[in-house]
């Protein structure tokens, strides 16, 4: 039994946003079918090709666990068929372009029509407001939620991250607008709408700069590096470098071997409760007592020259040796691992959060499992699906489509590959 076990979900998403929410959400059990462009497919099928002639990584680590169903939504029949899918489903993703689903005669107003109890889930980029029309991709969304202003370093330009918190992010944040929305309905009855706009996703995730923003207006940011090197804080929430965003200062710190290794660096965290033994390890006893340094707030304007000084003692210790001297110790660091350590972490492997996953067109490859543990409801992450490849079981099966209704769907050009002995 899985946690999502019963609900079925239209999934009209593509690209990013969307398809990590609907992935969840197949994770957890949910019958999850793709509806996609026919021989054309999701655009992430055939972009950043590392396997000519297969799905690329790109698609296929978006999109386990579900059924995929080539659809022509513009067409009569196929517009058949997604009003029959509604009718069935509980929940409707889609992360087109804003109106793009209105233009298919599909508006929310008609999709309740259909089926009142679904419900519509959307990504758009912004909220509503004077950019609603926008489309958005991942940087646009880190940008303008302010991630890209407070990220870098003070003296260089906005940087974004690496982590996709606008898309992926995004993903979560819908994922779990739809089990709370199937929640209520459970009382209410009723579906509703949901709506997860990209800027205000990362904005959430943003949230202690927005923080720091106001407590500017009391004065400078202690615990930032550039107050420590009297630099005068401007008007807004400034790039931080690697300073910590939390009450409790930290660096990243070069480790042994950081002058070949990009990745040989810990990131080191003096949290007050664990002082003592920060000092003891580094060499520092007196720092223990010493005025200026026994209490937290009278160490922030001297927190360069304390983490210069544990970095000396870092420098002789690789990051993972770092790590077993300090998670003893309750002193909070973490290596910086590479791709390639998670990669190969038998840890994660075991636990189930890098999975090794074969496809008919590519073979073996790695993924991310599920992030989220349920005791109750176990993940078994299967292959993505083909483009259409379950199009004649889902016409036939799941809208009980058969015989002269089903051969003159298949002709009508508007399912793609759908094949014949399906129709037959
Ligand atoms: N059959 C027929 N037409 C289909 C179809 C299908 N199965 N699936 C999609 N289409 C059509 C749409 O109806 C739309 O047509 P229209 O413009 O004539 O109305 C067209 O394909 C393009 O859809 P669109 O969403 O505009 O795709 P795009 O590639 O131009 O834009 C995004 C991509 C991501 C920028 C855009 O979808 C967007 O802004 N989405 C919301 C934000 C988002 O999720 N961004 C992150 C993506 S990771």
């Avoid at 940087?159 to 979560?172: C, H, K, N, P, R």
């Avoid at 202690?222 to 009450?247: C, H, L, M, V, W």
């Avoid at 999975?355 to 490859?365: A, F, L, S, T």
Wanted: aromatic fraction near 6%; glycine fraction near 12%.
């Amino acid at each position: 039994m899985k946690a999502l076990e019963g609900v079925k979900v239209l999934d009209f998403t593509h690209v990013q946003s969307g398809p990590t929410c609907t992935q969840l959400l197949a994770w957890f059990g949910a019958d999850v079918i793709k509806v996609e462009r026919p021989g054309v497919g999701d655009a992430t099928r055939k972009q950043l090709i590392d396997v000519p002639g297969a799905d690329s990584l790109y698609f296929t680590m978006l999109n386990h666990n579900k059924r995929s169903i080539e659809i022509n939504s513009k067409d009569p029949a196929g517009k058949e068929v997604l009003t029959k899918l509604i009718e069935t489903c509980d929940v409707m993703v889609e992360n087109f372009a804003p109106g793009a689903l209105d233009r298919m005669g599909f508006s929310w107003e008609n999709i309740q029509k259909i089926n009142p109890r679904i419900i519509l889930a959307s990504v758009k980029g912004f909220g509503p407001g004077k950019y609603e029309d926008c489309k958005v991709y991942e940087n646009v969304a880190q940008c303008a939620g302010g991630s890209a202003s407070t990220t870098g370093f003070l003296d260089g330009p906005p940087l974004v991250t690496g982590a996709q918190i606008g898309d992926s992010g995004t993903g979560l944040h819908l994922a779990l607008g739809i089990v709370t929305a199937l929640f209520q309905r459970e009382k209410s009855g009723r579906g509703q709408k949901v709506l997860a706009p990209m800027q205000d996703g990362v904005i959430n995730l943003c949230r202690v700069k927005l923080r720091d923003q106001q407590r500017l207006e009391a004065g400078p940011l202690k615990e930032y590096s550039q107050f420590g090197e009297g630099i005068p804080f401007g008007e807004a929430t400034p790039r931080a470098g690697n300073d910590s965003g939390g009450g409790q200062p930290g660096r990243i710190l070069k480790c042994k071997g950081w002058e070949k290794d990009p990745n040989a660096y810990t990131y080191f965290i003096i949290q007050a409760a664990v002082w003592e033994k920060v000092c003891d390890v580094i060499g520092e006893p007196d720092w223990k007592t010493a005025e200026g340094y026994a209490k937290p707030n009278d160490r922030l304007d001297k927190l360069n020259k304390i983490f210069e000084r544990i970095e000396e003692w870092t420098k002789t210790k690789t990051k993972f040796e770092v790590m077993d001297t300090c998670n003893p110790l309750d002193i909070p660091v973490g290596p910086i691992l590479s791709m390639k350590e998670i990669a190969e972490d038998p840890g994660l492997r075991e636990s189930g959060t890098i999975v090794e996953v074969d496809h008919p067109e590519r073979g073996k490859y790695l993924t991310v499992g599920c992030p989220i543990k349920l005791s109750d409801s176990e993940v078994n992450v299967t292959r993505s699906p083909l483009l259409g490849e379950h199009t004649g079981e889902i016409l036939s099966e799941v809208l009980g489509y058969s015989g002269d209704e089903l051969k003159r769907l298949t002709e009508s050009g508007a399912f793609g590959n759908v094949t014949k002995e399906a129709a037959e």
